[in-house]
């Protein structure tokens, strides 16, 4: 994993992904309007906002789901705006939580296993013998421990709790290594203990990662993020620490009468 730059500036140029301008239209209806993001390396970024927002519709345009309207999207430096979602996490941006990537027939190793793999074939080793393939077990084994699944190990990944699969998912999505995660409301769904488990997992995986998430339990988001962006209608409203934003008359303007992100 890349830390900054030898000869970079360590500093708040930092970047690891930089929109500007960002703009999606559908149909003359704008749901993001000229977003400009600076994601610093090695932090929790959260994106929020009331519903409607353009919170998800903001999330597809930086995964590639969705292409943009107008403005640019650079990771790591380089223009990825016309990149698709596949290329894009090759270069180390992956989205996690959004689409199910979890294999319900296979166990908790072999779903680990198969992410490992689908790696190693983007990096052209698939023809190489089975026995290449045993440092990619011991990966495996060491990423289920890493997120606290060992005792599950054999289990098959159906038979896991809903949070235990949201932690699977999460362990199949560092075995693409990616070095900016992108979390689709990750405590979606989960219980007081298991948001508890997920966000300490999230707090690990930053310590030499980037990760930006959507996410509508703003406890976890007061808890976690170094920065938040708050988005309302489409644009950016304010952009800070929690404290700073969370005492933003707009920003409490925005979330009044709304089910709050
Ligand atoms: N494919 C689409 N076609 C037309 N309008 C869309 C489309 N996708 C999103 N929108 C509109 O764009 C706006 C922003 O939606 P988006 O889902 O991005 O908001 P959000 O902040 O994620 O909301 P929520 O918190 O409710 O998920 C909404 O008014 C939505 O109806």
């Known amino acids: 994993m ?29 749901a993001v309007r000229n977003v400009d993001l600076n994601v610093k390396r090695h932090t929790i970024h959260a994106l ?20 943009p309207t107008a ?11 016309r990149t698709g979602p596949a290329a894009t996490a090759r270069l180390g941006m992956v989205r996690s939580f959004q689409i199910s990537s979890i294999f319900a027939h296979l166990t908790v190793i072999e779903n680990v296993r198969v992410a490992l793999q689908r790696k190693l074939s983007t990096s052209f080793h698939f023809w190489k013998p ?25 289990a098959l990944a159906g038979d896991l709790s809903y949070g235990r699969k949201r932690v ?3 362990a199949t999505t560092l075995a693409l290594d990616p070095e900016l995660l992108l979390l689709d409301e990750p405590m979606a769904g989960l219980g007081h203990e298991d948001i508890g488990r997920v966000a ?3 707090r690990r995986v930053a310590q030499d990662r980037t990760v930006l998430m959507v996410e509508h339990n ?12 708050v988005l309302t209608r489409g644009s950016v409203l304010a952009e800070g620490d929690y404290a700073s934003v969370s005492s933003n008359p707009a920003v409490r303007e925005a979330y009044i009468g709304g089910v709050h992100a």
């Not at 929020?48 to 292409?67: D, M, S, V």
């Not at 089975?130 to 054999?154: C, F, N």
């Open 2 to 30: 890349e830390r900054n730059q030898a000869g970079a500036e360590p500093d708040a140029k930092d970047n690891i992904l930089e929109t500007r301008g960002l703009t999606m239209e559908f149909r003359g209806f704008v």
């Open 48 to 67: 929020i906002g009331p519903n409607g927002a353009g919170k998800t519709t903001c999330f597809n345009l930086l995964t590639k789901f969705l292409r």
């Open 71 to 81: 403005g640019t999207i650079v990771f790591n430096g380089q223009d990825v705006t």
């Open 130 to 154: 089975k026995s290449s393939l045993y440092p990619l077990h011991a990966r495996a084994d060491e990423l289920i421990e890493w997120v606290g699944l060992e005792t599950h190990r054999d």
């Open 168 to 170: 699977l998912e999460l």
């Open 200 to 202: 300490e997992l999230v």
């Open 218 to 229: 703003l406890d976890v988001v007061s808890d976690l993020s170094d920065t938040i962006t």
